[in-house]
Structure formats: C-alpha cells, structure tokens
C-alpha cells in the first residue's frame, strides 16, 4: 500500500452492508433499492430508445465511412458539417469506439460489433502515453469491449495501461500526476484524474497488483482534501511541491477564472466519486460525491443545462457535455445515496438533464449533423471547441440512456469457460499483464498466423491474423465434412500486419450455423494457416 498524506485527511467513520446484490450502502436506518425503469412512462421509454436507434444511424455509418483508425479518431464538429479527427493519442479517442461498443450492446447488430473491435483495436498501442488520459483513452474503449467480450487480449491491454498510470503516481503527493509541466504548473493534479481512478479499481480486481486499488483510493483521498471546496465546488487543478507534497497553488486551466466553479469538471467530480463509493463502500466517498453533487444542482440555471462554467456570464455558451457527465453520474449515484429523499432527487435529476438535452435547443437532429447533441464546450479559454457537437458529450448522454432504460437488447456474448491459449493475445511480443513481466513471448510473430480471441464461443469470435507482406487474402469457415459455412474475407487485397475480423456464428446466407467444430482456414499468397474454433449453442 502506498504512504498516505494522512495529516491532509479527515477520518471518516462508515458502516457498511454488502448487497447480494448490486452495492448497497446503509446509513441512518435507510436501505436504498435501485430506482425502477417504471418510474418514467412509456413515452420517455420510448423516446430514449428512439435516441439511441438515431445513434446507430449516425455512429455506425461513421465508423464504416472512416476507413482506416490511424487517420483519426472521431473528436467534434467545429466547421462545417462532419467530424473532425484527431490522432489515436487524443484523449478523447477511446469515446467512439466506446460509444460503438455501447449501441452492439443495446443491439446485438454484427456490424456494430465488427466497428467496435476495428475502432478498438486501433488504440491498442496507446497504453503508456505520458498522461493520466491514458485511462479516458484504454477505459472508454478496451474496458467496454472487455466487459461485453471477455477478451483475454483486452485484458491484457487494460492491465497495462493501468500498471502505466499508476506509475504516475508520487507517495509524497498522494496523487497521481495529470500531464507534464503546462503553463506554470509542474506536477499539476486535475478533478479530471477522478474519472480515471475506475482503470485502477477494476485493474487490481481482474488480475493487475492489488496496490492499484490503493493508489486509486489515496488519488481519491487526496483530491476530496485539496480540490474540495467547503461549498462543494471543486478546483480544477492543484499544483504540488513534489518533494514535500505540500500544496503551491490552486487554479484552473479551462474554467472562467481561478476561483470559479468549472462546470465539466464539477460533473467529473460527480461521476468520479460516484465510482470510488460504489469500489470501496466507504461513507466518506459518498458524503463527498453527494456533496459535490449537491453543488452542481443547487447552481443550475432555469432551463437546466449548466453554462460551461457556473460563474461565467450569463450570455456564455452552455456546455451539454458537463450536463451529460452529470446524468450519467447522478443515476449511479442514486443507487448509493445516503437516503432515500436523496436518492429520489438524484434520479430526478438525472432523468431531467437526458430530458433537456434530448429535444429542443440541444438536439442536433433535424440541423444536418452526424450527431445527438449540440452546445458542448471544450476549451473556453482556449477557444476551441466552443459551442459544439463534441464526442464525449455523445458518449456519457449514450450511457445516461442506457442507465436508465437497461436491458432493451440482449446480444449474445462469447462463452469464456476456457481459458485461451498465450498465443491467442492481440499483443504477442507485449510481456504478460497478469503478473510475468519480464517474460518475453518465444513464438515467432513475423510470419502468417490466425488466432482466435474466445474458443469456443456462443455467439461471436475475434479473429486475428497477421501477413507478413501485401498479399491477396482470404479467411473461409468450413464444416467438419470441407464444405464452405462463411467466407469472411473475400480476395482481399491487403498491406503487410495485423488486422481482425469478427465471426458472428452465421453462415454466408444469414441463417445461424450449428454448434460444433469448425475450421478456419487464411490463404495469403502461396501461404496458408489453419485453426479449429468450437462453437456452442
């Protein structure tokens, strides 16, 4: 466990119930149950399914249109009317494929599933950036499509990334550090870290050093100490003397003034002390996340939509995102509260902020725009992005939905009773996440090869393969008896190096194949690899 600045920390006492269920947090005799979907009307229902059909519209022909991920990753609509792309180590890279892997979710569609991978995949090389935004990036994206998959590749990646992030962390500080020196400030920690802190809980759960855990809990400690206000705002970054880990100054990078209360990052306070009540079941957490969001309510304005900062003046752009953030976070928050009154309030606000953005002023349907949402502001101060679709705010109003209205779809997932091969990792060469760093893979990973991602599986398997040079490629499924069942790459021309593509368990004429064993078989050239993959129904 790492030191802790434990002079800087207030103790809190805590009384805890675990749940069979879910998470459950007792307090003062009130036994909370998580809100009913029955609490909206059918029209609300119906209206968030709608939204979230409208994204498969916009978000899948996107992903399909935009060919190769390495030109670029989805970010904003700043000038004229399609997205702007930025490269795989933006930030905000991991919210498109997280926003694919969201809607195969909710619509079990196969080419929503074979984008999400595609769009995935293509930041598996962004796991030791040098900022704490590796965790937006890897989270978003890989902690998405491992939830929903099981890949153990997926794993290996996020175990990785976390293990990175953590290396940002400093004992003297008790935080993890945001970015390199910027402007004046040296060893800069922002609210925004608090949304990053998720990588390291579910890291430390699933195979990666439990200290992580710690780390995660410190970070936190730390920023409801020092970034905290006795109102319930929040800074938006404190710069530490790294030695002494003593405080040199509070201030802010994107909000209206040193002082006020920057809007997007209040909701990343929110929905990051959210996340550490819900890991650690801790009152103190929850006192905070209820204190900070308790701020955030208290300060809206009539229409409901927070100005991009809440001390802006009032003919300011509005910021949709932070209102996003916000939802999305209020609803898991709603199922932690310290009482029932607050719970109702939480749950209230949630839907009310979804309700805003979904019509009117903020809609982007009906104005031209591949997107949801309009009016969301990414750098004021800056002045970039400023009253804009922006794809964070697309994916937390996408979560929102979902959290509110679960269960709409139930796509099939793979069948994880196995344990795949080593060989079968989408980083062959990478050392192992779950423990063995300094072991190297032996094989050879140069040459042609074909690995499958879940075997057996129920309903659909990530295929990998690899060709050493440009060739003419083809990737067929055959039965036990050598009859063709899908031909999923057709005489394809492709250049040398890795790429996938996604069985959905279907034969060439749609209808679904028996379960049983199947051979695939990649021809590349002259050359040729072979392997069995089981399907299960």
């Known amino acids: 466990m790492p030191p802790r600045r434990s002079e800087r920390h207030d103790s809190v006492g805590s009384v805890l119930l675990a749940c069979l269920v879910g998470v459950c947090l007792v307090s003062s005799g009130h036994a909370l149950t998580p809100p009913s979907v029955s609490d909206i009307g059918d029209g ?9 059909d409208r994204a498969a519209d916009i978000f899948l022909p996107l992903a399909l249109r935009l060919d190769n991920p390495q030109t670029g990753y989805p ?17 905000t890279s991991g919210f498109f494929p997280g926003i694919l892997w969201q809607l195969y979710e909710r619509t079990g569609a196969p080419e929503l599933l074979s984008e999400a991978v595609r769009w ?42 976390a293990e990175h992030l953590a290396t940002r962390y400093d004992p003297n500080v008790g935080a993890i550090r945001s970015w390199g020196p910027m402007r004046h400030f040296e060893y800069p920690v922002a609210i925004d870290g608090m949304m990053n802190l998720q990588l390291l809980f579910w890291a430390a759960e699933n195979g990666g050093d439990p200290a992580l855990k710690d780390i995660a809990i410190e970070h936190a400690r730390t920023t409801r100490s020092d970034h905290v206000r006795p109102d319930g705002s929040t800074w938006h970054v ?5 030695i002494y880990g003593e405080v040199l100054e509070k201030g802010t990078l994107q909000g209206y003034a040193d002082t006020s209360m920057w809007a997007r990052g209040q909701a990343w306070a929110i929905y990051g ?75 209230a606000a949630s839907y009310a902020l979804v309700e805003r953005l979904s019509g009117g002023d903020y809609s982007a349907e009906g104005v031209g725009l591949p997107a949801l949402l ?37 796509p099939c997932r793979p069948a994880l009773g196995g344990r795949p091969a080593v060989e079968d990792r989408l980083h062959p060469k990478r050392p192992s996440a779950a423990g063995d760093r300094g072991r190297q893979e032996s094989r050879a990973d140069d040459g042609l090869w074909l690995r499958t991602a879940s075997n057996p599986f129920t309903c659909f398997s990530v295929l990998r393969y690899h060709v050493p040079s440009p060739s003419t490629v083809t990737l067929t499924v055959f039965d036990p008896s050598g009859r063709r069942v899908r031909r999923l790459v057709g005489r394809a021309p492709v250049g040398a190096g890795e790429r996938s593509v996604v069985w959905d368990g279907k034969d060439d004429n749609g209808r679904s194949a028996a379960a049983g064993v199947y051979l695939l078989r990649l021809e590349a050239g002259e050359d040729s690899a072979a392997r069995k993959l089981v399907l299960l129904r």
């Open 44 to 52: 609300a229902a119906a209206s968030s399914q709608d939204l979230l």
């Open 75 to 91: 970010r904003s609509i700043t000038y004229g009317s399609d997205w702007r792309l930025d490269a795989p180590s933006n930030w």
């Open 120 to 161: 995935t995949e293509g930041l598996s090389d962004e796991t030791t950036l040098p900022t704490h935004d590796v965790g937006f990036i890897i989270y978003s994206s890989f902690g998405q499509g491992y939830r929903l998959t099981g890949d153990p590749a997926y794993r290996d990646v996020l175990l990785e990334a």
């Open 238 to 242: 404190v710069e530490y003397d790294d």
């Open 273 to 347: 002390f959210t996340v550490v009540t819900r890991e650690t079941g801790d009152a103190g957490f929850r006192w905070t996340a209820e204190k900070v969001a308790d701020a955030f309510l208290d300060r809206l304005p009539p229409d409901g939509v927070p100005l991009w900062d809440f001390d802006a003046p009032p003919d300011h752009p509005k910021d949709a995102s932070a209102a996003a953030v916000a939802a999305s976070g209020l609803w898991d928050l709603s199922m932690l509260a310290s009482t029932p009154e607050k719970a109702r309030r939480y749950r």
């Open 374 to 410: 309009l009016h969301s502001t990414g750098n004021m101060p800056a002045q970039r992005e400023v009253d804009a679709p922006i794809i964070y705010a697309e994916y937390y109003f996408i979560e929102a939905l979902s959290r509110q209205r679960p269960g709409q779809a139930t």
